[in-house]
C-alpha cells in the first residue's frame, strides 16, 4: 500500500468529520454551561452535576459497548455515523426549551454520541494508516481536537451574541443549537459519501 497521507481524499473527509462532530461536542464546556445560567438559572454546582452525569456514563458503558460492537464486528464508520447523527440530535433537542429535563436528555444523547464517535474514529485513522505512517495519520486526527476546541467557542458564542443582539432573548442560542445540529448532519452526510467512495476504493 503505497497511499500519502496529503494526497488521501477519502481520510481528508474523514478529517472534515471529524472536525464537525468534535466542534458539536465542545459545546458541552463553552455555550452550554453559560446557556444553563442564563436561559435555567443552574448554578455552577447544578451544572457541574449534570456534566459529571457524562463522566460516569462514560465510565460505566464506554468500554462493555465499544467491546461488544467490536466482536460483533461492525463497520467503524456506521458507528462513527451513529456518533455524529447522536451530536446532532443532542443540539437540536436543546431547541425545546420549556423544561429544563431536557438537558439532562441532550446530555444522555450527546454522551452516547461521544461513546460511538470517538473510540471508532480514532481506530479507522490509525487502520487506514500504511505501515510506517501511522504517525502521520494520527497527528492530523489529533489536530482536529485542537482546531475543534478553538472553532466550536468561537463559532458558539459568535453565534449567540450575533443573533441575540440581533433578535433578543434566546434567539442566540436558538439559533447556535440549530447551527451545530446542522453540523452534525452534515458530518452524517459526509459519512455516507465516505463509506460508500470506500467501499469502491482499489488499492
Not at 55 to 82: D, H
Not at 122 to 134: D, H, L, T, Y
Not at 184 to 192: D, F, N, P, T
Amino acid at each position: 500500500m503505497h497511499r500519502n497521507v496529503y494526497r488521501d481524499g477519502a481520510f481528508w473527509i474523514f478529517l472534515f468529520c471529524s472536525l464537525a462532530s468534535a466542534t458539536v461536542f465542545f459545546q458541552l464546556f463553552s455555550t452550554l454551561p453559560i446557556y444553563h445560567r442564563e436561559h435555567y438559572g443552574l448554578t455552577e454546582l447544578e451544572t457541574g452535576l449534570l456534566m459529571s452525569l457524562n463522566g460516569l456514563l462514560i465510565f460505566a458503558l464506554e468500554m462493555p459497548i465499544v467491546g461488544y460492537l467490536e466482536r460483533k464486528n461492525v463497520e467503524k464508520l456506521r458507528i462513527v455515523l451513529w456518533g455524529a447523527l447522536l451530536m446532532g440530535a443532542s443540539m437540536l433537542s436543546l431547541l425545546y426549551n420549556q423544561w429544563a429535563g431536557i438537558l439532562i436528555v441532550s446530555m444522555l444523547i450527546i454522551t452516547f454520541a461521544e461513546m460511538f464517535n470517538f473510540p471508532f474514529s480514532n481506530a479507522f485513522a490509525m487502520g487506514r494508516a500504511p505501515r510506517g505512517q501511522e504517525g502521520k495519520y494520527m497527528a492530523l486526527y489529533t489536530m482536529t481536537f485542537s482546531a475543534a476546541h478553538m472553532v466550536s467557542a468561537k463559532a458558539g458564542l459568535g453565534i449567540v451574541s450575533h443573533w441575540g443582539n440581533k433578535w433578543g432573548g434566546d434567539w442566540g442560542y436558538q439559533m447556535n443549537w440549530i447551527f451545530m445540529g446542522g453540523l452534525g448532519l452534515l458530518s452524517c452526510l459526509a459519512l455516507v459519501y465516505l463509506r460508500r467512495r470506500i467501499a469502491t476504493e482499489t488499492v
